[in-house]
């Protein structure tokens, strides 16, 4: 009796075994893929990092120099209706000039070199040239650089990831149909991190050529901002 108690159980575990074993087979039979999407559009803003740099015999007239060419810089800005929310203090400097440009304990001090900056956001962009030849001649001797990018870019992330699902599906379509096989559900769907949103730079510009013809307004090319996603997607396998 005992055998055969036994014996009935091993003939359970063995179809339990098989039935998990099949289980595992059916589940290692999926299709993963990497989608990737991008949307191309043209931006609707600009951060320009600009300021003054002068020079003074003594420490407090280089940074007056530079405090009255910034005020300059300022009211103008207000005049042209930028918002003070898009005007930001960059880096203040003030710094000695010595002698020679290799400093030594024996070289003198010269003068001194003032550094004021100032980062503005310009949400108009067809005013943006005719600003930036303002505040040249408003005194701004300095350009470090101009980022073009989107005022609000979640609506270009959302149809970055639809494009990276549709390419997803698309690779799982083809990946099966070569392979002879159907692509079944969906049963993971993973974004590989935040979608990617390139502001693009413009070279920073030469302030004393703009200056020598401020009545001009700087030609600015924006050229397009290009936003990316890319989602792995896991398939079913079916016959």
Do not use: W
């Not at 290692?28 to 803003?45: H, K, N």
């Not at 290799?102 to 949400?123: D, K, P």
């Not at 002879?180 to 502001?199: C, H, N, S």
């Not at 307004?217 to 397009?224: F, L, N, Q």
């Amino acid at each position: 009796m005992m055998r055969s108690f036994v014996a009935l159980m091993c003939v359970v575990a063995t179809l339990v075994l098989a039935g998990v074993s099949a289980k595992a087979d059916e589940a290692a039979r999926t299709i993963s893929v990497t989608g990737m999407g991008e949307v191309s559009l043209p931006p609707d803003m600009a951060t320009i990092r600009l300021g003054v740099q002068t020079e003074g015999e003594a420490a407090a007239q280089a940074l007056d120099a530079a405090s009255a060419a910034t005020l300059a810089i300022l009211g103008r800005l207000d005049a042209e209706g930028v918002a003070a929310a898009d005007v930001q203090s960059g880096a203040v400097q003030l710094r000695p000039r010595y002698s020679n440009s290799v400093i030594s304990s024996g070289q003198q001090i010269v003068g001194y070199h003032a550094t004021n900056t100032v980062v503005v956001q310009v949400r108009d962009l067809d005013d943006l040239g005719g600003l930036l030849a303002a505040l040249v001649g408003d005194g701004a001797n300095r350009l470090d650089g101009v980022s073009f990018g989107l005022q609000d870019p979640s609506a270009a992330m959302d149809e970055a990831r639809r494009r990276a699902v549709a390419d997803a599906l698309a690779r799982a379509a083809l990946y099966a149909e070569a392979s002879g096989v159907a692509v079944g559900d969906v049963l993971q769907i993973a974004e590989q991190g935040a979608p990617q949103y390139r502001a693009l730079r413009a070279e920073p510009v030469m302030m004393e050529a703009m200056a020598s013809a401020p009545s001009f307004d700087v030609p600015v090319a924006a050229g397009e901002i290009e936003v990316s996603a890319s989602i792995n997607m896991v398939f079913g396998m079916d016959d």
